[in-house]
């Protein structure tokens, strides 16, 4: 089993910047990808990045240019820098691993709200 934590989330002024982090412990598992995820009110859950062991960074078109993702592979944590934020990007955001073997886990969330 894999535990899977986010932090970071809160509010932040349009044009603002957030970090948030996200954590997997657990036992015996090795990791193929980590990647973020958001959902907001109404919408179904988007893939916003996605970093694979071995490959270049994915980022969905709304996050290119904005925001960057990186994983410390040494503590089993991924990173999504966000800046420039805009009110559309307010959703819950979503940690995803994905471990060898065909297994995906998910983080509880963490609510980022962009608003004046």
């Known amino acids: 089993q894999v535990q899977v934590v986010e932090s970071g989330g809160g509010m932040v002024q349009p044009g603002g910047s957030l970090r948030l982090s996200c954590a997997a412990s657990g036992s015996s598992f090795s990791i193929y990808a980590m990647g973020w995820y958001r959902q907001a009110p109404g919408k179904q859950r988007e893939l916003v990045a996605t970093k694979t062991s071995g490959a270049s960074p994915y980022y969905a078109d709304s996050a290119k240019g904005r925001f960057t993702i990186s994983r410390d592979n040494a503590k089993n944590t991924v990173y999504l820098q966000m800046n420039s934020l805009k009110p559309e990007d307010t959703a819950v955001y979503y940690c995803?691993?994905?471990?060898?073997?065909?297994?995906?886990?998910w983080g509880q969330g963490t609510q980022v709200t962009v608003s004046s």
């Open positions: 995803n691993v994905k471990v060898h073997g065909g297994f995906d886990y």
